[in-house]
């Protein structure tokens, strides 16, 4: 049996005194497993997300993602953390405007301490094999909606990452923009690359996730996986 | 509650840390201010208004009391001209040894009641009380005691009275009029007088008119002719006193002037800005107001009311909090001027309050207005961040610096933000314009103190004098004494000598000659030293021209020239006991001995020249009063003996120190205030930038060193600006300051400011940045990723 990549066990978040945004949430995730999560606004789907990148901490429970305690981690090691492990795309692309194309794909790898140069060279690589490489001098506001998100796929992917995570990647995307990155996604899970999607979009879960989990009220109603097991 | 007290309320609620900011930066800002103003209105004819406030006297007249009796000059306050009179007081001058037997200067002492209330020079205790039995004495307050002793409890003995009778000092007291050196009691009077005709009256008077010496002098022509012929001594005229004092306090004048003008630029600087920084981060919040129906005179008035809470509460406690450090300010400037200055004037704080009121109004109204007009749709559309485009240039240039990439991402902010980031390299280059200027003031204040000294160790004859200095009865004079000297003979000398070039440690002495010569063309005898040995330039600083090297060259300073009408390479003629010498005057040398008087020469140039006095530089290393202790016993048969030269710092010194630092101070925390403003604006508008680097795996430390960039590039600029000011500023001050007192000042005293140092006050301007980043700093390290990210 092969050890889960991501573990998230009897997670509990809370904001205030309200009900919690997760209730003791208990999942699996194996690598190489493409997982869209699915289900309505104040579902919990962005908590579930920010728990696993290490951008939140759970109120209770434990969150382990490739042998690292993410819920244990520190301001500093939560960052170390996700320069080595995660990767992330965010709905409206979070790309950083007054720096160029090429700038914004090198920068997580130069907070990793590498060389100007060879951050260059790794950027050139990913943003060639996302097909956006002749967009690398340009500034990300000259750029379309989809190659935006391309650019900001090409960024979640220069470290090399174990695990993408993707912030409704198709949310602020007309459907060609939208078609073309569901492509690229089905491209990097089919080279193995371990992906977790929040989205609304139907469409996206069916054609890129091997695996849904649809939230409902903080708790997960539905689990694919689970459903194929029984 | 209507909805725009609503949106003012939670406005400024929200907002928690900026209109802390704003609170705080005003009320610094204001503090400066009113101690700007102050020290600006302070220096307004210093002279006159301390004349004014103590109802100066235009003519102080000392009369026989032989000659004229109480009755009759109480009756000349009636002569033509006299518009009130005070007196008649009388009059004695006591000569007191102090509790080691040691003499003090002369003082010429008056009998009065009371110090206030008189129609002329109402006097300004300062310390202490005024006597109120025989055996009391209250000395004037003019430097006569160093700072760090106490004049009051001190008891001195008229030693030549019968009886040995003492005085204790029981208080000090400030007369603008120079009146008195001491006040006693009336009755204590006729016990100080040596003999029945000894002592006199003193008589004060104010006349209609004595804007000019000739009224001044008409007035005394009409109390003398209401009077006994013959009883009037001597008189001095108010003009003379303004004349005298008008020399210390025009130094002061454009130092204090310049310390307030950066302190109220620095504050219309910071606040402007710091006001359109919060009125412009409201931007999308304006848009959402107007989304809701608000119209743009409500959107500016919200605003306006956002901006004016804060700055009002941080005025009012800025007014306080400046009139509170103005107190002990105005200490010190009354104590340089002479005033009584008792607080800061209200006007100065009306004026402040509303300025800075106003300044708040219109930045904001500014501000506002601009974004009230802004379309709805172009408000939201704004939100924080800066506009895309703005700056692109500068971080694909730091991109390229082999720097961590943190830093170098920092290092661009600045540039998406010009206006902003121009007004805070102003302001840091005030704050480090004021640090320069106050070292530099400092260092110059150090080097002319410097000149005093002429050597390590000094030999005279007799027993010295101590620290009081000297002076002729009632004119102040500052200058410190030299030790009591006799001349000796010539086999004295060089036996002196001799101990002093065979004793171990000896760097090098020179022996001077004390004598007077009258100058071909200057009426008066002036003081020229002689000098022989060869450490005899040791101490002075040339402004021009050259130390003598031979006899019949001469060097002198400023003053000198200026009243002879000479320069250096001219000739003059001295007749020194009868003998006439023509001399060349080779060098300028800043001087302050006799009023710049003095002439420095070889002793040979003299007819007469043992040297009565010698100062000794001891070799580097080797302890001067230990030196003494050695060579105390080879001279003490010639009547001699050794001491360190200690000439110690003069209080108008430190006061010049303590003010220069207090200023800077405050000017160096505005300047920080002003950082710390615009990195909460700069860190609240890339909230959501920094939640995008931070998902990206940018670590606390690294958050911190891209903030602090960000602010490194706006303190070097603002240090490279602000140094080279700062220098240009204390060589003008210090050269106005010198100009003051008739001085041409050496390169040395100018000059103070060594390639390392200025480096040093260069990077001065990036720690004032760093200072005021840190706090924000740390801020944006402990945003939570997720919150920032959520920020849009």
């Known amino acids: 049996m092969t050890l889960p990549m991501i573990e998230l066990r009897d997670v509990t978040r809370r904001y205030g005194d309200g009900p919690p945004a997760l209730g003791d949430v208990s999942l699996t995730i194996a690598a190489g497993e493409a997982v869209a999560i699915l289900g309505p606004s104040g579902s919990g789907k962005s908590t579930l997300l920010n728990l696993v990148a290490g951008l939140d901490r759970p109120s209770g429970g434990t969150v382990t993602v490739d042998g690292v305690r993410v819920d244990e981690l520190g301001e500093a090691g939560s960052a170390m953390y996700r320069r080595a492990k995660i990767g992330m795309v965010f709905q409206f692309f979070n790309l950083l405007d007054d720096l160029t194309v090429a700038d914004n794909v090198m920068l997580p790898a130069q907070l990793t301490g590498i060389s100007r140069s060879t951050a260059q060279r790794r950027a050139m690589d990913v943003l060639g094999a996302l097909r956006v490489d002749r967009h690398a001098a340009a500034y990300p506001g000259r750029l379309s909606g989809g190659e935006r998100q391309r650019v900001a796929v090409a960024r979640a992917l220069v470290n090399r990452p174990a695990l993408l995570l993707a912030d409704e990647p198709t949310g602020a995307l007309d459907s060609a923009s939208g078609e073309d990155v569901k492509q690229l996604l089905r491209e990097l899970h089919a080279d193995g690359q371990t992906i977790i999607m929040v989205t609304h979009d139907l469409s996206l879960a069916n054609s890129c996730a091997t695996r849904t989990i649809q939230l409902v009220d903080g708790r997960v109603a539905v689990d694919t996986a689970r459903e194929s097991a029984r | 509650m209507s909805a725009l007290s609503r949106v003012v309320r939670s406005g400024v609620g929200r907002r928690r840390v900026q209109t802390v900011v704003i609170g705080l930066v005003v009320m610094i800002a204001v503090s400066a201010s009113v101690l700007g103003s102050t020290l600006l209105v302070a220096s307004n004819a210093p002279f006159d208004r301390a004349f004014a406030q103590q109802n100066g006297a235009h003519l102080t007249a000392y009369f026989d009391l032989t000659k004229t009796t109480s009755d009759q000059l109480t009756a000349s306050a009636q002569a033509t001209g006299v518009a009130a009179a005070t007196g008649p007081f009388r009059t004695a001058s006591i000569h007191p040894v102090d509790d080691k037997d040691q003499p003090i200067s002369p003082l010429t002492v008056v009998g009065r009641t009371a110090p206030d209330g008189a129609a002329v020079d109402a006097v300004t205790l300062t310390e202490g009380r005024w006597a109120t039995g025989p055996g009391e004495l209250v000395v004037v307050n003019d430097g006569r005691f160093p700072p760090h002793e ?323 009865p009632v004119k102040a004079d500052r200058e410190p004494s030299r030790p009591v000297v006799t001349p000796r003979s010539a086999q004295d000398t060089a036996a002196i000598v001799k101990a002093i070039t065979t004793q171990a440690g000896t760097s090098g002495y020179c022996g001077v000659a004390q004598s007077e010569v009258t100058v071909a063309g200057f009426a008066g005898a002036l003081q020229i030293l002689g000098a022989t040995g060869n450490s005899c330039s040791s101490g002075y600083r040339m402004a021009s021209g050259s130390w003598f090297g031979k006899p019949g060259e001469i060097v002198v300073a400023t003053p000198f020239l200026t009243a002879t009408q000479t320069r250096v390479g001219d000739t003059v003629v001295l007749t020194d006991h009868g003998t006439q010498i023509a001399v060349r005057i080779v060098g300028e040398a800043f001087n302050d001995d006799h009023d710049g008087m003095q002439i420095l020469t070889a002793a040979k140039t003299l007819a007469t020249a043992e040297p009565e006095l010698f100062y000794i530089n001891v070799e580097h290393g080797t302890d001067p009063e230990a030196y003494a202790e050695a060579l105390e016993p080879e001279i003490q048969q010639f009547d001699a003996y050794a001491m360190t030269e200690n000439i110690g710092t003069p209080e108008i010194v430190l006061i010049i120190n303590a003010l220069t630092t207090v200023l800077s101070l405050m000017l160096a925390t505005v300047a920080a205030l002003g950082v710390l403003n615009m990195v909460v604006l700069e860190t609240r508008e890339r909230v959501h930038d920094l939640g995008i680097h931070k998902a990206l795996g940018m670590a606390p430390r690294q958050t911190i060193a891209m903030v602090i960039a960000s602010v490194s590039v706006a303190g070097l600029a603002g240090g490279a600006i602000g140094t080279p000011a700062g220098v240009l500023l204390q060589r003008t001050i210090v050269t106005e300051m010198g100009r003051g007192a008739g001085y041409h000042l050496p390169a040395s005293i100018l000059d103070v400011f060594g390639p390392v140092e200025l480096v040093l006050f260069g990077l001065g301007g990036i720690v004032i940045a760093v200072l005021g980043a840190l706090l924000p700093a740390g801020w944006a390290a402990r945003t939570r990723t997720a919150t920032a990210l959520r920020t849009e």
């Open chain 2, 150 to 472: 106490r004049a009051v409890g001190t008891v001195w003995r008229l030693s030549d009275l019968p009886g040995s009778p003492t005085l204790t000092i029981v208080g000090e007291a400030r007369s603008i009029s120079a009146t008195a050196d001491g006040w006693v009691v009336p009755e204590q009077i006729a016990a100080l007088a040596t003999s029945k005709a000894d002592g006199g009256y003193q008589m004060l008077y104010r006349f209609a008119a004595a804007d000019t010496a000739a009224q001044v002098d008409a007035g005394r022509v009409a109390v003398e002719a209401a009077l006994p012929a013959g009883a009037l001594t001597a008189s001095r005229s108010w003009l003379t006193t303004r004349e005298d004092g008008s020399g210390d306090t025009a130094l002061f004048v454009p130092f204090l002037i310049a310390f307030g003008v950066l302190g109220l630029i620095m504050a219309v600087l910071i606040v402007g800005n710091v006001i359109a920084g919060a009125v412009s981060t409201g931007t999308r919040r304006i848009g959402i107001l107007k989304a809701l129906g608000f119209t743009p005179s409500q959107v500016v008035r919200a605003y306006l009311g956002q901006a004016l809470i804060p700055a009002l509460t941080g005025a009012v406690l800025g007014v306080i909090l400046g009139n509170a450090i103005a107190i002990p300010v105005l200490t010190l400037t009354n104590d340089i001027y002479g005033t009584s200055d008792s607080g800061v004037a209200p006007w100065v704080d009306a004026g402040l309050l509303a300025a800075v009121l106003a300044l708040v109004t219109a930045t904001a109204w500014v501000a506002a207005s601009r974004a009230g007009r802004l379309r709805t749709v172009d408000a939201l559309a704004v939100g924080r961040t800066p506009k895309a485009g703005r700056g692109q240039w500068a971080a694909r240039l730091t991109a390229r610096i082999p720097l961590p990439r943190p830093v170098t991402l920092g290092m661009a902010h600045p540039f998406a933000r010009p206006v902003r980031s121009a007004a805070i390299v102003a302001a840091i280059a005030f704050g480090a314009a004021a640090v320069t200027f106050s070292f530099g003031l400092a260092a110059s204040l150090a080097e002319v103190q410097a000149t005093a000294s002429h050597g390590d160790v000094v030999i005279g004859t007799g027993r010295p004098t101590q620290g009081t200095p000297g002076g002729d």
